[in-house]
């Protein structure tokens, strides 16, 4: 049997957005499909408005939980400054999903810096392989912002090797109940959006 090859997520995004969660998921995903999981700690100020990472690999055999750049097969960015920050980690032909809603990080609230200008036409010189999602606008339509990284899960899927059907049953397992019929809704929304040619 041939072995599977090693399968490299890097999640961003700022604090409060739901990188962790998304990280969950997807690593949950993994596991049920039988690979060996290997997933980081969530490095950076993981408190609201830092900026936060997740490393995710999976395949038949991983020995490491930490991505090395230029290796990432999906970059999976929160945020547009955060997607520019890592696209030189992608590897050739790797594929960034991106929320192109502006969220200040705590930086640029606080007014130490100010938000770059020109960000949308930077990512998509930078690289070719992009797919731009207003996760925040497809979630609110869902029922509620905070599902936007449910929205981000649901753009990338095309790009995974595992079947919608499997993520659904993960998400179903991993929010509160009581949000669960605006998750899987965003998940659908977002699914549409990545059905879509990057």
Excluded at 55 to 67: A, K
Excluded at 95 to 106: G, K, M, T
Excluded at 130 to 152: F, P
Aim: net charge neutral; aromatic share 6%.
């Amino acid at each position: 049997m041939t072995e599977r090859p090693t399968f490299n997520i890097l999640i961003s995004g700022v604090g409060g957005q739901g990188v962790v969660l998304a990280s969950y998921v997807l690593s949950r995903v993994a596991l049920a499909e039988g690979y060996d999981v290997k997933q980081s700690e969530v490095h950076g100020m993981a408190q609201r408005g830092g900026c936060v990472t997740s490393h995710l690999r999976f395949g038949d055999r991983v020995y490491s939980s930490l991505i090395t750049p230029g290796t990432v097969d999906v970059l999976l960015s929160f945020e547009s400054v955060e997607a520019m920050r890592y696209v030189h980690w992608l590897k050739p032909g790797g594929l960034l999903v991106y929320n192109a809603a502006r969220v200040n990080p705590s930086t640029v609230s606080s007014g130490a810096c100010e938000y770059p200008e020109g960000i949308e036409e930077r990512i998509v010189a930078a690289w070719p392989n992009v797919r731009a999602v207003d996760a925040s606008a497809l979630a609110a339509q869902a029922g509620t912002v905070k599902a936007a990284n449910v929205v981000m899960l649901g753009a990338m899927a095309s790009a995974l090797p595992f079947t919608p059907e499997m993520l659904e049953s993960v998400i179903r397992r991993s929010v509160p109940p009581k949000t669960l019929d605006v998750n899987l809704e965003a998940f659908r929304l977002g699914r549409e959006v990545g059905a879509v040619p990057a």
